[in-house]
């Protein structure tokens, strides 16, 4: 996921200055009624605002108001994108270069509700996977791929993250849906649904949902951001994915995948593209999952775990899948016997190969996975309900 980014945001009568840097300067859409025509049909919707582009100054959404994203929206160090409860936010079906970015030392406070949920979707009137990019969030917390303060650059936008301040604080994100997302650049880069880029643990992840993207539905590079109640429902790659050190937890997992989709959940140790240069592997605590597949005669994995993941997993329940836990390469073999990579409680339900050991390590399942058919996954129907689609 690479790109660029412009700034425009329409609003009636209003102007907004931008400081003189190397991005490109804000361009002031007409919003007037002459110009801003819904359909063609002598209808006009004046309160309509069009953003995009790199900001420089806070930028508070108003309830009142109608926004669609029609490019790349930046938001710079020290800014805040605050959204209101109940705000549903369009995005032009162009693909990869609409999206939203936080950078490293911004802030987005997207506080949904149960009842009013915060949703980025398609402006398409048939939406599709990969109509427009995604929610994309950097911070300063530690990544594996550097070491120090130094940083990487992000797929899209291109924008650093990483560092060494764990604690990093990139906003709040409560009830948020995205849908319909993951256009790709090419065919390297692509948009998540969510993606967290080296977020520190001081930013709050609560009730999110990635519905229908074109590639991962969530994915972690590095950082320490915890999150719970997450939903990721017909991802066509990895519906959750984390590398380059990733060491956050996450607490209450429903996955729901189709034959067609990729792993429920695909963990690399590090970016097997640059290198592992802290020789620190992503260690995350993942609690209370659900994985549905679509049986095991059609689902080939749920989780794939490789290039010398570790982790920490309770209470997982999967069913309908080929191979429930798929181990690859001698690093994540490692850790299974030094118990940094273990598994306990889980149920499996028309899974046939529970534990696929290809790690040239030797070990019993036992050794990896105890308190079989002991876990209940999480309660999804209660915690799920209202606010998010299936």
Not at 20 to 29: A, G, H, K, L, R
Not at 78 to 98: E, F, H, K, R, Y
Not at 128 to 141: M, Q, S, T
Not at 331 to 349: A, C, K, P, R, W
Request: with cysteine; aromatic share 8%; net charge negative.
């Amino acid at each position: 996921m690479k790109k660029q980014i412009i700034l425009g945001l329409a609003l009636a009568s209003m102007v907004f200055s931008c400081s003189t840097d190397d991005t490109s300067d804000i361009v002031i859409n007409d919003n007037s009624v002459t110009n801003n025509n819904s359909g063609g049909d002598g209808t006009t919707d004046p309160a309509t605002i069009f953003l995009s582009g790199t900001y420089t100054e806070d930028l508070t959404l108003d309830a009142n108001n109608t926004y669609k994203l029609n490019g790349s929206l930046i938001m710079t160090s020290g800014t805040t994108l605050t959204i209101p409860a109940c705000m549903t936010i369009q995005a032009l079906a162009s693909g990869a270069d609409v999206y939203i970015a936080i950078s490293q030392g911004a802030k987005i406070i997207a506080n949904g509700t149960a009842d009013c949920p915060i949703v980025f979707t398609s402006d398409a009137a048939s939406p599709a996977a990969g109509d427009w990019g995604g929610l994309i969030i950097l911070g300063k917390a530690p990544i594996n791929s550097v070491t120090g303060t130094n940083t990487a650059t992000s797929e899209i936008a291109s924008l650093p993250y990483g560092g060494n301040v764990a604690n990093d604080n990139s906003g709040s994100l409560n009830y948020v849906r995205v849908e319909y997302s993951g256009g790709a650049a090419d065919g390297q880069s692509e948009n998540n649904g969510f993606s967290f880029y080296g977020v520190g643990n001081a930013t709050s992840v609560n009730y999110i949902q990635a519905y229908a993207g074109k590639d991962d539905g969530i994915e972690f590079f590095g950082g320490t951001v915890n999150a719970s109640y997450i939903s990721v429902i017909n991802a066509e790659d990895d519906s959750v994915d984390w590398t380059e050190g990733f060491s956050g937890t996450l607490e209450h997992v429903y996955i729901s995948n189709r034959a067609s989709d990729d792993k429920a959940i695909e963990a690399d140790g590090y970016n097997t593209d640059f290198s592992n240069a802290t020789g620190i592997f992503s260690k995350p605590t993942v609690n209370n999952v659900t994985i549905v597949g679509e049986g095991s005669a059609n689902s080939s994995e749920a989780v794939r775990l490789r290039a010398g993941t570790q982790g920490l997993f309770s209470n997982i329940m999967i069913t309908g899948y080929a191979e429930g836990f798929d181990l690859d390469d001698l690093e994540t073999g490692n850790g299974v016997v030094s118990d940094d990579l273990q598994v306990t409680g889980v149920t499996f339900v028309d899974v046939t190969d529970k534990v696929k050991n290809d790690t040239t390590v030797t070990f019993t399942d036992a050794d990896f996975a105890t308190g079989e058919d002991t876990a209940t996954g999480t309660d999804y129907t209660t915690w799920g309900a209202g606010w998010t689609i299936n």
